[in-house]
Structures are given as structure tokens and as C-alpha cells.
């Protein structure tokens, strides 16, 4: 791979520890992928955030880099955590944990990063314009980053994110190239879609049919339309989970689609194959009484907040009911006085964080939330059956 004269410095440590580190994973990326150069990059998205997941030794590592001079060149931002960095204690979150947790987002603050902790960062400021090349990670938001805003980035990894934060570049390959951005599966849908749920329902069907075909072909939808930016973060969320998908076109919606001819290969999408989506997760028996409720993956926007606070006004719930969000949109709804509402109802915030990444496994049987994701790794990780409703009922569900 050729490097320019300041990638050389970098590589040869002329600028520390960590930076030199994290020229040697971009060029042993670059190496493996075949790219023949760098790009720089506008933005970096980090994931490897909740220490439920990272561990010491994922915590051993970003300290490494911390104290070898790390310092980010672009603007960096960071997935949720484990918990709510404010107010922890109210989640039940242990004291363990939460020393643990803080440990790593103070990592992160003596490198630069702009910790948010947030899956949404195109929400509140990190949102890269069209053609810009950036390096994200967290599934949901490369999708969303590179089909609906035409950014450009791979699905990258914590180590390749941060290590593209501190050199500000990231190999060229994959998605930051155009042959690699080109539908080759037409789907066609015939179903009605209304609301975050039934964009997840989506995601999970073309998912699925894309994930079993040869090469995962990227899907250009047709027959949709209308999307709002919630129903597309839900699709996205979804696609990525059930596809491993990080690029969609949507006809007349998304930015490149019109750049493209649909492709003659074609899929459609029936009322009746939503439906069976929507079942596959709807794994809760009849009549077990679900004693978790979130709103929130991706983590809410405004819009979805001022919804919330509009249907639990005067109310009073009755099940632990977690609204994830991130800390600058929770600061809006605070001053539009969405969240005296949703408190005064007795729904909790949990910012910074999300039902999946906090470490909760075996406190909750049944967990009832309009998102696919949220759904698939609350029974994969922690066991719990789901109940898979539009955004209005799971809200409503709260209330019983
Ligand atoms: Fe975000 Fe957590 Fe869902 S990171 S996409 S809210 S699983």
C-alpha cells in the first residue's frame, strides 16, 4: 500500500506510541483488504464502549493508547455504554461496574473523543455529508451513515474506529469505494408499512432473504414510499442485525438510488412475509406478563420522545420502562419539557446506554419494545422472551 510522506511519520512513531500502533492496524487492514492507499476521514463513530463487553482486556488497551499520547484528529464519537453515566444508580446498575465503566469512558476523554455515548450520532452533530468518507462503527449507524446520508464507510471494529480517530485516515476498500456501493438484488414491497416497527419487520425480511443468498447482494427497495429519518434508523438497525448488511438503496428516498438502474434479479416482500417477521420475534407466550419495557434502539430521537411524553402525560406506568436516548437530545427534551412528563408518569431515562449493552442478564423475564434488534439480542444475550409491537403499544403496554 503506498503511504504519503505523513502516514510514513506515523507509521515510523515520529508521533508517538498509540498513533504509530494505530497506523500498523490501519496498514495491516489496508494490507489484508487489498487497498493501495489511504483516505482521510471526516468522522469516526467508536464501539467497544459498555465494559460488559470490552473486559480489562479491551480496557488494558484503550489505556495503552491514552497514556501512549493518543489523541483524536477528527471529530470522534462514542457507542452507549453500560449505563447511564449521570445517574447509574437509578438503573441498579453496582458500584463494581460503574468504577469499571467510568474507567473506560475516561480513556476515551484523554484521547479527545467526544463521549456521547450515543448509537445515533448523526442526531446530535456527527453527521457527515454526502461522498465524505468517514470510519464508524456500531451496525445501525454505518448502515445509516452510508445508505442515507451517502457517507462512506466500512463496518469497522473498535480497534480500526479508534485507530482511524488517531490518524484521521482509514485504507480505502470496500464501501469507500464505488464498485462496492452497486445494488444487485431488487426488492419489491407489498406490504403497508406504518411505523418504526413495521421498518424493522422490513429489515428483518430482507435481511434474512439477503443473508441466505451468494455474496449478500446490497438490496435496492422499490415500492416504499415514504420514510421518515426514525423509520429509516429502525430499517437500518434491523438489516444490519438480521443481514449483516452496512448498504441499502430505497427508490426515491435514498441518496445514490437514482444513480443506479434496479437490478433484474428481484425479491418481493408480501403483507404476509412482514407478518412472519413480526411473529419471529413476538416470542413471548400468550398470556406471560412482560416486566420490561424500552423505547429506544437506535436510541430515541425528539420526535419520538415528544410522542412518548404525549401518550404517558397524566398517566402513571406500571412496569419498569426504560426511555435510551442520548445525552444532548435528552438536554433538548429537557428544556422542551418532555422529560418532567415522562418522569412524572414514572419512566426512566436511561441515557448513554440501551437494553442490550447494560449489564441486566437475568433481571427481566419479558422485554416489550417496537425495535428487531433490541428483540434478537435481548434473547440471544440475556435470555429474555419479547413481544415485537408498534411504538403506540409498547407504550401503552407500560401502562398495564
Ligand atoms: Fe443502539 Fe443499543 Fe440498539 S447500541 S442500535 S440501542 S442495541
Same mark, same amino acid.
Given at each position: 500500500?503506498?503511504?504519503?510522506?505523513?502516514?510514513?511519520?506515523?507509521?515510523?512513531?515520529?508521533?508517538?506510541?498509540?498513533?504509530?500502533?494505530?497506523?500498523?492496524?490501519?496498514?495491516?487492514?489496508?494490507?489484508?483488504?487489498?487497498?493501495?492507499?489511504?483516505?482521510?476521514?471526516?468522522?469516526? /463513530?467508536?464501539?467497544?464502549?459498555?465494559?460488559?463487553?470490552?473486559?480489562?482486556?479491551?480496557?488494558? *488497551?484503550?489505556?495503552? @493508547?491514552?497514556?501512549?499520547?493518543?489523541?483524536?484528529?477528527?471529530?470522534?464519537?462514542?457507542?452507549?455504554?453500560?449505563?447511564?453515566?449521570?445517574?447509574?444508580?437509578?438503573?441498579?446498575?453496582?458500584?463494581?461496574?460503574?468504577?469499571?465503566?467510568?474507567?473506560?469512558?475516561?480513556?476515551?476523554?484523554?484521547?479527545?473523543?467526544?463521549?456521547?455515548?450515543?448509537?445515533?450520532?448523526?442526531?446530535?452533530?456527527?453527521?457527515?455529508?454526502?461522498?465524505?468518507?468517514?470510519?464508524?462503527?456500531?451496525?445501525?449507524?454505518?448502515?445509516?451513515?452510508?445508505?442515507?446520508?451517502?457517507?462512506?464507510?466500512?463496518?469497522?471494529?473498535?480497534?480500526?474506529?479508534?485507530?482511524?480517530?488517531?490518524?484521521?485516515?482509514?485504507? &480505502?476498500?470496500?464501501?469507500?469505494? &464505488?464498485?462496492?456501493?452497486?445494488? !444487485?438484488?431488487?426488492?419489491?414491497?407489498?406490504?403497508?408499512?406504518?411505523?418504526?416497527?413495521? *421498518?424493522?419487520?422490513?429489515?428483518?425480511?430482507?435481511?434474512?432473504?439477503?443473508?441466505?443468498?451468494?455474496?449478500?447482494?446490497?438490496?435496492?427497495?422499490?415500492?416504499?414510499?415514504?420514510?421518515?429519518?426514525?423509520?429509516?434508523?429502525? *430499517?437500518?438497525?434491523?438489516?444490519?442485525?438480521? !443481514?449483516?448488511?452496512?448498504?441499502?438503496? @430505497?427508490?426515491?428516498?435514498?441518496?445514490?438510488?437514482?444513480?443506479?438502474?434496479?437490478? &433484474?434479479?428481484?425479491?418481493?416482500?408480501?403483507?404476509?412475509?412482514?407478518?412472519?417477521?413480526?411473529?419471529?420475534? &413476538?416470542?413471548?407466550?400468550?398470556?406471560?406478563?412482560?416486566?420490561?419495557?424500552?423505547?429506544?434502539?437506535?436510541?430515541?430521537?425528539?420526535?419520538?420522545?415528544?410522542?412518548?411524553?404525549?401518550?404517558?402525560?397524566?398517566?402513571?406506568?406500571?412496569?419498569?420502562?426504560?426511555?435510551?436516548?442520548?445525552?444532548?437530545?435528552?438536554?433538548?427534551?429537557? /428544556? @422542551?419539557?418532555?422529560?418532567?412528563?415522562?418522569?412524572?408518569?414514572?419512566?426512566?431515562?436511561?441515557?448513554?446506554?440501551?437494553?442490550?449493552?447494560?449489564?441486566?442478564?437475568?433481571? *427481566?423475564?419479558?422485554?416489550?419494545?417496537?425495535?428487531?434488534?433490541?428483540?434478537?439480542?435481548?434473547?440471544?444475550?440475556?435470555?429474555?422472551?419479547?413481544?415485537?409491537?408498534?411504538?403506540?403499544?409498547?407504550?401503552?403496554?407500560?401502562?398495564?
Amino acid at each position: 500500500m503506498k503511504l504519503t510522506r505523513e502516514e510514513e511519520r506515523m507509521l515510523s512513531g515520529e508521533y508517538g506510541r498509540a498513533t504509530k500502533k494505530a497506523m500498523e492496524i490501519l496498514a495491516a487492514l489496508g494490507t489484508i483488504y487489498g487497498a493501495d492507499r489511504m483516505v482521510p476521514v471526516a468522522s469516526v /463513530q467508536v464501539a467497544g464502549v459498555s465494559f460488559d463487553n470490552l473486559g480489562e482486556a479491551g480496557l488494558e *488497551f484503550l489505556s495503552e @493508547m491514552a497514556d501512549g499520547g493518543g489523541r483524536v484528529k477528527v471529530l470522534t464519537t462514542l457507542n452507549p455504554a453500560g449505563m447511564d453515566i449521570e445517574n447509574w444508580g437509578a438503573l441498579g446498575i453496582d458500584a463494581d461496574f460503574a468504577r469499571n465503566q467510568a474507567r473506560v469512558i475516561d480513556a476515551y476523554a484523554r484521547m479527545g473523543v467526544v463521549t456521547t455515548c450515543s448509537c445515533t450520532p448523526y442526531l446530535f452533530g456527527n453527521l457527515p455529508h454526502f461522498g465524505e468518507h468517514v470510519a464508524w462503527a456500531e451496525s445501525s449507524a454505518v448502515c445509516y451513515a452510508n445508505a442515507v446520508l451517502g457517507a462512506r464507510t466500512n463496518r469497522e471494529g473498535g480497534p480500526s474506529a479508534l485507530a482511524a480517530a488517531l490518524t484521521g485516515r482509514t485504507p &480505502d476498500y470496500g464501501l469507500h469505494r &464505488d464498485e462496492a456501493r452497486r445494488p !444487485g438484488l431488487t426488492v419489491r414491497v407489498e406490504a403497508g408499512l406504518d411505523g418504526t416497527r413495521d *421498518f424493522g419487520a422490513l429489515g428483518v425480511a430482507v435481511g434474512r432473504a439477503v443473508e441466505a443468498r451468494r455474496g449478500k447482494p446490497i438490496p435496492y427497495l422499490r415500492g416504499v414510499p415514504v420514510a421518515s429519518v426514525d423509520q429509516l434508523k429502525s *430499517f437500518c438497525a434491523s438489516l444490519a442485525t438480521f !443481514g449483516g448488511l452496512a448498504m441499502f438503496h @430505497m427508490e426515491g428516498i435514498t441518496p445514490e438510488s437514482g444513480q443506479h438502474p434496479a437490478p &433484474d434479479e428481484t425479491l418481493v416482500v408480501t403483507q404476509r412475509d412482514l407478518e412472519d417477521a413480526i411473529r419471529s420475534l &413476538d416470542l413471548a407466550p400468550a398470556g406471560q406478563e412482560a416486566d420490561f419495557v424500552s423505547l429506544g434502539c437506535p436510541h430515541l430521537s425528539l420526535a419520538e420522545i415528544q410522542r412518548v411524553a404525549a401518550l404517558l402525560e397524566g398517566k402513571r406506568v406500571r412496569k419498569t420502562f426504560w426511555i435510551t436516548t442520548s445525552r444532548p437530545v435528552k438536554r433538548m427534551a429537557d /428544556q @422542551m419539557g418532555y422529560t418532567a412528563v415522562i418522569e412524572a408518569a414514572g419512566a426512566v431515562f436511561a441515557v448513554d446506554t440501551c437494553c442490550v449493552v447494560a449489564p441486566i442478564k437475568g433481571r *427481566f423475564q419479558a422485554l416489550v419494545t417496537d425495535s428487531a434488534k433490541a428483540c434478537y439480542y435481548a434473547a440471544a444475550k440475556n435470555g429474555s422472551k419479547t413481544r415485537f409491537l408498534p411504538f403506540d403499544e409498547v407504550v401503552a403496554e407500560a401502562l398495564k
